[in-house]
C-alpha cells in the first residue's frame, strides 16, 4: 500500500522558472492538502481540495497554482519560482483529521 | 499571529524516563487537537488525538492531556524509548470548518538518550 507519493524528493529550480510538484494518493481519500514546511517553522497550509474539482486557497496560497482533476492526484505548481520558495513541500490526505503524508520535496529555488 | 505555540524547540530525556512535551493555543474556536511525529527525510505520521470534550486520551505509551481554561496541552510518553526520538508537532483545529484544515505549532525535537 503506497499512501501518498510525492515526486521529486529534491529539485534545485533557478529564479523565474516553474515547475510542478507531483502528488498521487491510493486510499480514495477525498481531502488532500498541500503544505509547506520552512527551517524551524511549523507546517503552512498552501491549498487544499474536499474533492475532484473543488479547490481552496490555504494560509500561504500566493506563488502557487492547484487543481484537483481526480481523486487520487493533487499536482501543485510553482509558476515563477523564487527564492522565498525555498521550502521542503508535503501532500497530505485524509478523510478525517489524521492525515497520510508524503515524505515530502525538497525545493531549493536559487 | 502564531495560534499554536510550542515553546521547546528541543528537549532530551533519558531512556525510560517520562517526556513531556507542551503546546499552548490562542484560537478559543479551537476544539479538536493532534500529535504528530516526523522523522527526518519523512512525512509526519499521526500520533494521538483529543477533543475538546475530553480531558484525557491514551493510547499506550502516549497520554495527551487538555487543559481548555488555560488552552494549554501536553504529550507525555511513558517510558520513554530511543526511538521516540524525533519531532513532535502539537495540531489544532476548529470541527465546524468543514475541510479538516490543521494548524501546526513549530515543532519540538526529542532526545532520547540510551
Known amino acids: 500500500n503506497a499512501g501518498v507519493t510525492q515526486t521529486p524528493k529534491f529539485r534545485i529550480l533557478k529564479i523565474g522558472q516553474s515547475m510542478t510538484l507531483q502528488c498521487t494518493q491510493d486510499m480514495n481519500h477525498n481531502y488532500m492538502y498541500w503544505y509547506r514546511q520552512d527551517p524551524g517553522m511549523g507546517l503552512k497550509l498552501i491549498y487544499y481540495?474536499?474533492?475532484?474539482?473543488?479547490?481552496d486557497k490555504g494560509e500561504v496560497p500566493n506563488g502557487y497554482n492547484v487543481s484537483r482533476s481526480t481523486t487520487e492526484d493533487f499536482p501543485l505548481r510553482l509558476e515563477l519560482a523564487a527564492p522565498s520558495q525555498t521550502s521542503v513541500y508535503f501532500c497530505a490526505s485524509s478523510e478525517g483529521y489524521g492525515y497520510t503524508f508524503g515524505s515530502g520535496t525538497r525545493l531549493t529555488v536559487v | 499571529d502564531q495560534q499554536v505555540k510550542q515553546n521547546s524547540p528541543s528537549l532530551s530525556v533519558q531512556e525510560g524516563r517520562i517526556s513531556i512535551l507542551n503546546c499552548d493555543y490562542t484560537n478559543s474556536m479551537f476544539d479538536y487537537f493532534l500529535w504528530y511525529k516526523k522523522y527526518p527525510a519523512e512525512g509526519p505520521t499521526f500520533l494521538i488525538s483529543i477533543s475538546s470534550i475530553k480531558d484525557k486520551n491514551e493510547d499506550g505509551r502516549f497520554t495527551v492531556f487538555l487543559n481548555k481554561s488555560a488552552k494549554h496541552l501536553s504529550l507525555h510518553i511513558v517510558p520513554s524509548q530511543p526511538g521516540d526520538s524525533a519531532v513532535y508537532f502539537c495540531?489544532?483545529?476548529?470541527?465546524?470548518?468543514?475541510?479538516?484544515?490543521?494548524?501546526f505549532g513549530k515543532g519540538t525535537k526529542l532526545s532520547v538518550i540510551p
Open positions: 495540531a489544532a483545529t476548529y470541527s465546524g470548518a468543514g475541510s479538516y484544515q490543521l494548524t
Open positions: 481540495s474536499v474533492g475532484a474539482g473543488i479547490t
